[in-house]
């Protein structure tokens, strides 16, 4: 069965700085991995998406997440953080092949103090 | 080009109530996906529909329910509510042909059972 972990709940961090978001995956093969942002009161909105070829992933809002097969791990960096990104993060994790069925981790909600 | 849409907006409900939720997909969509999302939580995977058929199944009661039309809406019915049935329900659609995953959430409908 597919799992996701995401091991921070809360994180902090000033404007202008850096974000790491962590996200470790369960999968048995090569999984589709995803990263969703929820603004309060709001649907999901895709932020990127993996699925094979490079293991580094660009996305909107100028989000990246690098896939590393050997850590299971499918990290959201950003090198300059909004205001405006305060909201809360999903990881997701999908299987290769089938119908779609996603699995979600539990967010992290990111807090931008100025 | 409508994006995905659900209805109604919020909703009160009464345990042991039943209640029906709506949910139209993206112009061009023919799969919808239901996941219920508790408060703090990640949204968890309900059911899918493809070809008006469920085609996956998460881990939920019988008391959930769907139905997908030919224009390839959705209806997910829940049966004799719980407190615990309290939640945001998030549709969402993708283009099954287009094994992307590529899914397009919707602004959830926030259930209250009281």
């Known amino acids: 069965a597919q799992s996701v972990t995401q091991p921070d709940i809360h994180i902090t961090v000033s404007e202008g700085a850096s974000l790491e978001l962590r996200c470790n995956y369960s999968y048995g093969a090569t999984p589709y991995l995803f990263w969703y942002v929820q603004s309060p009161g709001q649907g999901l909105q895709l932020l990127l998406k993996y699925f094979s070829g490079d293991t580094l992933v660009q996305g909107i809002k100028g989000f990246e997440a690098e896939f590393k097969r050997s850590q299971s791990s499918f990290n959201l960096r950003k090198p300059s953080v909004h205001w405006s990104d305060a909201a809360e993060y999903f990881c997701?994790?999908?299987?290769?092949?089938?119908?779609?069925?996603?699995?979600f981790g539990t967010g992290t909600k990111l807090q931008v103090i100025p | 080009d409508a994006g995905v849409t659900q209805s109604p907006t919020h909703l009160i409900k009464t345990r042991g109530q039943q209640v029906t939720l709506r949910c139209s997909p993206k112009?061009?969509?023919?799969?919808v996906s239901w996941y219920q999302q508790a408060l703090g939580q990640g949204p968890q995977f309900i059911f899918q529909?493809?070809?008006?058929?469920?085609?996956q199944r998460g881990n939920f009661p019988d008391r959930f329910s769907g139905h997908q039309f030919p224009n390839y809406s959705s209806e997910l019915n829940v049966n004799a509510l719980l407190l615990g049935d309290s939640a945001l329900y998030l549709c969402?659609?993708?283009?099954?042909?287009?094994?992307?995953?590529?899914?397009?959430f919707g602004p959830g409908t926030r259930l209250t059972v009281t």
């Open positions: 969402a659609s993708s283009l099954v042909a287009r094994s992307s995953y590529e899914q397009y």
């Open positions: 529909y493809y070809e008006e058929e469920e085609r």
């Open positions: 112009s061009g969509h023919d799969t």
């Open positions: 997701a994790v999908g299987a290769q092949g089938g119908y779609q069925k996603v699995t």
